[in-house]
């Protein structure tokens, strides 16, 4: 048996009349490519966080809006970051809500962090507490102790019971994918925080590029 299958955005297309696609959604959009560099040092690298007791080391990387509809997210090193022959570094990629006070995110959003549920609701919590984060991107771990972590694609890696289906989630705005019920406005920052130290911490700079429509 064969599938002759199409995609609701096609449905939509060969519809009489047509129904209008959304962009980033089925129908074309400009992708936007947002960048962003951040300096790791030998000693922060080592510092991992412990949920509810401290915060450990965090890189924000890169903000976007909360109705960005993600396309593709990579995070790389100029060199590497844990010398240790075999490198225990662990950065958990979360989207977290942006920290600045004057950009449209709610004060009592700030700085949040949307949590990971099987039928999400909007549920935020504390860096501190770090219960069930969101890990959009998954968890991340170079894998030489002596070059740098070439440009490594994360998309939709999340790693909470493959909490994530790139296929869906790919096509709908952030806010959405947190199971929000309106888009509660402002920004959301990509944040790499440590979860498992360096064994051998060594500097170098952290980045992330991701590509969006809006």
């Not at 609701?121 to 002596?146: E, H, I, M, R």
């Not at 070059?147 to 890696?157: C, G, K, L, R, Y």
């Not at 493959?162 to 019920?181: C, E, H, N, Q, R």
């Amino acid at each position: 048996m064969t599938d002759t299958v199409k995609t609701q955005a096609i449905v939509n297309l060969d519809a009489i009349p047509v129904v209008p696609n959304t962009t980033g959604e089925g129908a074309p959009g400009y992708a936007k490519t947002v960048e962003g560099v951040c300096a790791v040092t030998a000693a922060g690298i080592a510092v991992a966080l412990s949920a509810g007791v401290s915060l450990g080391s965090s890189y924000r990387l890169v903000r976007l809006p909360t109705n960005a509809k993600i396309k593709k997210v990579e995070v790389f090193t100029n060199e590497a970051i844990d010398t240790h022959s075999s490198p225990d570094v662990v950065l958990d990629l979360n989207m977290e809500f942006s920290d600045a006070t004057f950009d449209g995110t709610s004060a009592g959003n700030q700085s949040q962090i949307p949590i990971w549920s099987a039928t999400p609701t909007g549920v935020v919590t504390s860096p501190l507490t770090y219960g069930t984060p969101n890990k959009l991107f998954g968890s991340v771990t170079p894998t030489s102790d002596s070059v740098a972590m070439a440009p490594t694609d994360v998309t939709f890696n999340g790693g909470i019971s493959s909490a994530y289906d790139m296929t869906l989630d790919m096509l709908v705005p952030l806010w959405k994918i947190f199971g929000y019920s309106d888009d509660p406005g402002g920004f959301f920052d990509l944040v790499a925080r440590v979860s498992t130290a360096a064994g051998t911490g060594h500097a170098g700079n952290l980045g992330a590029r991701v590509t969006y429509v809006d």
